[in-house]
């Protein structure tokens, strides 16, 4: 099948004058000809008038490709999986686009270094668009579309060092758990959600309730970096701190990394939450 369809002009949205669509209602093809792509690939089109032929133009059908993120900071030897986000048809939100699974024959990843003498500063696997961080700088991941010329999407990555970490608490309504899929979906959600500045020492649960418990790794100007999969963070709960009415807390789910934990106050109580 062609990579571009002819859509008929006799009924289209597309402003036309009147002439224009008479003439296509009457099963004419007016001076103007609407095109669709139909499927990903390149082609040339050209106008016949009897003998004469114009200079045939080359049209490319393309996927339009978003990496998330698009700007990250990670510390060193960090392990950062790149999405590829693809948009068909209309302009829509990155987070309703559908993600391609890698590896994928269709796409190759690179580095492109920014004015750094040395070393690279960024690693990434040809083939799965995973990046690791090699040293302090930043640089550009670049995701290349194999089947056309020139379709790429790139995001920027500064490696820096942590300086501070910080905690929150937010409670959930019937948060999705029970798969992996639906689980990986909610920590996403939660990751992703910045929390405000202020600090708490204290922290109130409401029985029975479930809280999602947030860590953000902070660098010395107090912009979130990303926590990457392959650190490991420690996370536990004293339920006897300071000798009050120990509270039982229940963890429902936790990331590899400790970035989220969900838990429940199983008990009235008190207790010390330490990373």
Same mark, same amino acid.
């Given at each position: 099948?062609? +990579?571009?369809?002819?859509?008929? /002009?006799?009924?289209?949205?597309?402003? /036309?004058?009147?002439?224009?669509?008479? $003439?296509?209602?009457?099963?004419?093809?007016?001076?103007?000809?609407? $095109?669709?792509?139909? !499927?990903?690939?390149?082609?040339?089109?050209? +106008?016949?008038?009897?003998?004469?032929?114009?200079?045939?133009?080359?049209?490319?059908?393309?996927?339009?490709?978003?990496?998330?993120?698009?700007?990250?900071?990670?510390?060193?030897?960090?392990?950062?999986?790149?999405?590829? %986000?693809?948009?068909?048809?209309?302009?829509?939100?990155?987070?309703?686009?559908?993600?391609?699974?890698?590896?994928?024959?269709?796409?190759?990843?690179?580095?492109?270094?920014?004015?750094?003498?040395?070393?690279? +500063?960024?690693?990434?696997?040809?083939?799965?668009?995973?990046?690791?961080?090699?040293?302090?700088?930043?640089?550009?991941? /670049?995701?290349?579309?194999?089947?056309?010329?020139n379709n790429t999407a790139t995001a920027m990555i500064y490696v820096v060092e942590p300086a501070f970490l910080r905690a929150s608490a937010v409670p959930l309504d019937d948060p !999705?758990?029970?798969?992996?899929?639906?689980?990986? !979906?909610?920590?996403?959600?939660?990751?992703?959600?910045?929390?405000?500045?202020?600090?708490?020492? !204290?922290?109130?649960?409401v029985l029975g309730r479930i809280y999602a418990i947030r860590l953000e790794l902070l660098d010395a100007t107090q912009q979130a970096m990303h926590i990457p999969e392959n650190f490991?963070?420690?996370?536990?709960?004293?339920?006897?701190?300071?000798?009050?009415?120990?509270?039982?807390?229940?963890?429902?789910?936790?990331?590899?990394?400790?970035?989220?934990?969900?838990? %429940?106050?199983?008990?009235?109580?008190?207790?010390?939450?330490?990373?």
């Amino acid at each position: 099948p062609g +990579v571009l369809r002819a859509q008929p /002009l006799a009924d289209t949205v597309f402003r /036309l004058s009147p002439a224009r669509r008479d $003439l296509a209602r009457q099963g004419f093809q007016p001076d103007l000809l609407m $095109l669709q792509g139909a !499927a990903t690939g390149q082609t040339t089109v050209s +106008v016949a008038w009897g003998d004469l032929v114009s200079e045939a133009v080359a049209l490319a059908v393309v996927e339009g490709l978003t990496l998330v993120p698009e700007m990250e900071r990670v510390p060193p030897m960090a392990q950062l999986q790149m999405r590829l %986000k693809v948009r068909r048809g209309p302009l829509a939100p990155p987070q309703t686009l559908p993600e391609v699974s890698m590896p994928s024959p269709y796409f190759s990843w690179a580095v492109e270094e920014i004015g750094q003498d040395g070393d690279s +500063v960024l690693a990434v696997a040809e083939d799965t668009g995973r990046v690791v961080a090699m040293r302090l700088g930043h640089g550009r991941v /670049l995701v290349r579309d194999t089947r056309i010329a020139n379709n790429t999407a790139t995001a920027m990555i500064y490696v820096v060092e942590p300086a501070f970490l910080r905690a929150s608490a937010v409670p959930l309504d019937d948060p !999705a758990t029970e798969t992996d899929s639906q689980w990986e !979906a909610t920590y996403r959600r939660i990751a992703e959600t910045r929390s405000p500045s202020e600090d708490s020492e !204290a922290w109130q649960f409401v029985l029975g309730r479930i809280y999602a418990i947030r860590l953000e790794l902070l660098d010395a100007t107090q912009q979130a970096m990303h926590i990457p999969e392959n650190f490991r963070i420690s996370f536990r709960f004293d339920a006897r701190a300071g000798g009050e009415s120990p509270s039982d807390m229940q963890v429902i789910r936790r990331t590899p990394n400790a970035a989220v934990v969900l838990v %429940k106050g199983m008990r009235l109580g008190r207790g010390t939450l330490h990373y």
